[in-house]
T-cell receptor
Framework: NAGVTQTPKFQVLKTGQSMTLQCAQDMNHEYMSWYRQDPGMGLRLIHYSVGAGITDQGEVPNGYNVSRSTTEDFPLRLLSAAPSQTSVYFC????????????FGPGTRLTVL | AQKITQTQPGMFVQEKEAVTLDCTYDTSDPSYGLFWYKQPSSGEMIFLIYQGSYDQQNATEGRYSLNFQKARKSANLVISASQLGDSAMYFCAMREGVRYSTLTFGKGTMLLVSP
C-alpha cells in the first residue's frame, strides 16, 4: 500500500493564481482531512470529509474549497492564492472511530509570492 | 481557550535519559482521545501513542508512555532512554466525541537529544 500520497511536494504560486493540491489514499478510509502547518502554530484543520459526497469546514476554511467524489481522493483547491496561504499542507486519512490513528501524507510546501 | 496546550517550546535531554513532554487539554465531552505525533526534520508526521478517555490504564508503546491524569486534564508523553533519533518536534492532539476523527493539535514541543 502507498498509504497517503500528496502531489506536488513543492509549489510556488503568484498572488491570484489558482491551483489544486492532490491527495489520495489506498486504505479505503472513510475520513480524510486537510491541515495547514505554520511556524509556531501547530497543525490547523482546513476541511474534512467523512465519506464520498460529504465535506465540512474546519478551523481555517477561508480561501479553500474541497470536494470528495470518490473514497480515495480528496483534492484541496485554492481559488485565488494569497501570501497568507504560504504554508505546509498535510492531508490525512483514517477509519471512522474513536481510537483510529490518522495517517498523514508527506506534505506539500506552498509558497505564494 | 486553547483546547490543547503544550507549554514547553523546547526541551533538551541527554542521550539515555528519560524526558517528559507536557500536554494539557480542555474539553467538556466525556468521550475523547489523545494522540501524540512526532515530526522529525524531514517533515513527516509519525503517530506514536493513543489514550482514550475511558481507558483505565496508561498507554505504552515501546519507549513511549502516556502519563494520563484525567482529573488534571493532562496527557504527558514520557520517552524513556532517549536516543539521538528522538530529536524532533512533538505534537499532542485531541479528538472529541466518538463519531468523527477530527483532531485539534497543540503548538508542539521541540526536543533535542544530545550525546
Amino acid at each position: 500500500n502507498a498509504g497517503v500520497t500528496q502531489t506536488p511536494k513543492f509549489q510556488v504560486l503568484k498572488t491570484g493564481q489558482s491551483m489544486t493540491l492532490q491527495c489520495a489514499q489506498d486504505m479505503n478510509h472513510e475520513y480524510m482531512s486537510w491541515y495547514r502547518q505554520d511556524p509556531g502554530m501547530g497543525l490547523r484543520l482546513i476541511h474534512y470529509s467523512v465519506g464520498a459526497g460529504i465535506t465540512d469546514q474546519g478551523e481555517v476554511p477561508n480561501g479553500y474549497n474541497v470536494s470528495r467524489s470518490t473514497t480515495e481522493d480528496f483534492p484541496l483547491r485554492l481559488l485565488s492564492a494569497a501570501p497568507s496561504q504560504t504554508s505546509v499542507y498535510f492531508c490525512a486519512s483514517s477509519s471512522l472511530g474513536s481510537n483510529n490513528e490518522q495517517f498523514f501524507g508527506p506534505g506539500t510546501r506552498l509558497t505564494v509570492l | 481557550a486553547q483546547k490543547i496546550t503544550q507549554t514547553q517550546p523546547g526541551m533538551f535531554v541527554q542521550e539515555k535519559e528519560a524526558v517528559t513532554l507536557d500536554c494539557t487539554y480542555d474539553t467538556s465531552d466525556p468521550s475523547y482521545g489523545l494522540f501524540w505525533y512526532k515530526q522529525p526534520s524531514s517533515g513527516e508526521m509519525i503517530f506514536l501513542i493513543y489514550q482514550g478517555s475511558y481507558d483505565q490504564q496508561n498507554a505504552t508503546e515501546g519507549r513511549y508512555s502516556l502519563n494520563f491524569q484525567k482529573a488534571r486534564k493532562s496527557a504527558n508523553l514520557v520517552i524513556s532512554a532517549s536516543q539521538l533519533g528522538d530529536s524532533a518536534m512533538y505534537f499532542c492532539a485531541m479528538r472529541e466525541g466518538v463519531r468523527y476523527s477530527t483532531l485539534t493539535f497543540g503548538k508542539g514541543t521541540m526536543l533535542l537529544v544530545s550525546p
